[in-house]
């Protein structure tokens, strides 16, 4: 499985930037889906999860700005990100986890910058 994720950029405080992640497979639908993120100096940590329509799961610290979506029939994972903070920025990966074979698969990033 690979994975392009792609819709990085800088961005003002209160902006919004829409990240994108394409993903190779047969499968896709199969895959749970999540968004990462990592800021400098700090660990990489969960953003959003989208397993199936009614598992969806968000960080506390994006809830109610960020929306993870999917779709299946493009092979593609979205994250929208409004309300951005300076707080947010971070290199961004996305990530697909085969159940079948209990293997995790990463993207490169896309940075987001968000200035004050």
């Known amino acids: 499985v690979q994975l392009q994720a792609s819709g990085g950029g800088s961005v003002q405080a209160g902006g919004s930037l829409r990240l994108s992640c394409a993903a190779s497979?047969?499968?896709?639908?199969?895959?749970?889906m999540g968004w990462y993120r990592q800021a400098p100096g700090k660990q990489r940590e969960l953003v959003a999860s989208f397993i199936n329509r009614s598992n969806i799961n968000y960080a506390d610290a994006v809830k109610g700005r960020f929306t993870i979506s999917r779709d299946n029939a493009k092979n593609t994972l979205y994250l929208q990100m409004n309300s951005l903070e300076p707080e947010d920025t971070a290199v961004y990966y996305c990530k697909a986890h085969i159940v079948a074979n209990n293997m995790d698969y990463w993207g490169k990033g896309t940075l987001v910058t968000v200035s004050s």
């Open positions: 497979g047969r499968f896709f639908g199969r895959y749970s």
